[in-house]
T-cell receptor, first 109, second 114 residues
Framework: DAKTTQPPSMDCAEGRAANLPCNHS???????VYWYRQIHSQGPQYIIH???NNETNEMASLIITEDRKSSTLILPHATLRDTAVYYC??????????FGAGTRLTVKP | ETGVTQTPRHLVMGMTNKKSLKCEQHLGHNAMYWYKQSAKKPLELMFVYSLEERVENNSVPSRFSPECPNSSHLFLHLHTLQPEDSALYLCASSQIPSGSYEQYFGPGTRLTVT
């Protein structure tokens, strides 16, 4: 499975959009981009995933570049409860979930 | 109960003890996983069960012994652990690994080995 690169930390003002980048330049054609988040000492929570097209659900939007080498998770109106570690994971349909260090997002009042 | 549950939520055990962690999923999934999360380290995949058969064991020491009696239950039996085994142990479930799917995680068991 391809490796991902994320910034170690980011801040965001409450009510503003949080844009979390992820680089996955070695992604293969059948590999999906998944996003999870983990609030302190809880189990990771699934957010969204995509293959080629942009995706949106009730939690977030996922923007994948046309060459698929990077993606951005967008939380449209961040709240204090969105403070967490966000993981970007690239995996094949048969592959395992390989978590990296993620991005620690801090939403500030 | 809904989702993925884990018991106990917290466990303190000595190095000579034997204990078991339990995971139960109420999602109708047929694959289950054990992960370990040590302090300041990424989640590490330990075991994968698909249709109650172990399909992956990522070089986990034999002092950790998984058991999957049916598709809804997963256990992790612990014996003669070391202090460095202290960590958050997370269980997850999903549909069989094919196509696009997501894993659902339980709240974890915080294990402290003294």
């Amino acid at each position: 499975d391809a490796k991902t690169t994320q910034p170690p930390s980011m801040d965001c003002a409450e009510g503003r959009a949080a844009n979390l980048p992820c680089n996955h330049s070695t992604i293969s054609g059948n590999e999906y981009v998944y996003w999870y988040r983990q609030i302190h000492s809880q189990g990771p929570q699934y957010i969204i995933h995509g293959l080629k097209n942009n995706e949106t659900n009730e939690m977030a939007s996922l923007i994948i570049t046309e060459d698929r080498k990077s993606s951005t998770l967008i939380l449209p109106h961040a709240t204090l409860r969105d403070t967490a570690v966000y993981y970007c994971i690239v995996r094949s349909p048969e592959g395992d979930m390989r978590f990296g260090a993620g991005t620690r997002l801090t939403v500030k009042p | 109960e809904t989702g993925v549950t884990q018991t106990p939520r917290h466990l303190v055990m000595g190095m000579t003890n034997k204990k078991s962690l339990k995971c139960e999923q109420h999602l109708g999934h047929n694959a289950m996983y054990w992960y370990k999360q040590s302090a300041k380290k990424p989640l590490e995949l330990m075991f994968v069960y698909s249709l109650e058969e172990r399909v992956e064991n990522n070089s986990v020491p034999s002092r950790f012994s998984p058991e999957c009696p049916n598709s809804s239950h997963l256990f992790l039996h612990l014996h003669t652990l070391q202090p460095e085994d202290s960590a958050l142990y997370l269980c997850a479930s999903s549909q069989i690994p094919s196509g696009s799917y997501e894993q659902y995680f339980g709240p974890g068991t915080r294990l402290t080995v003294t």
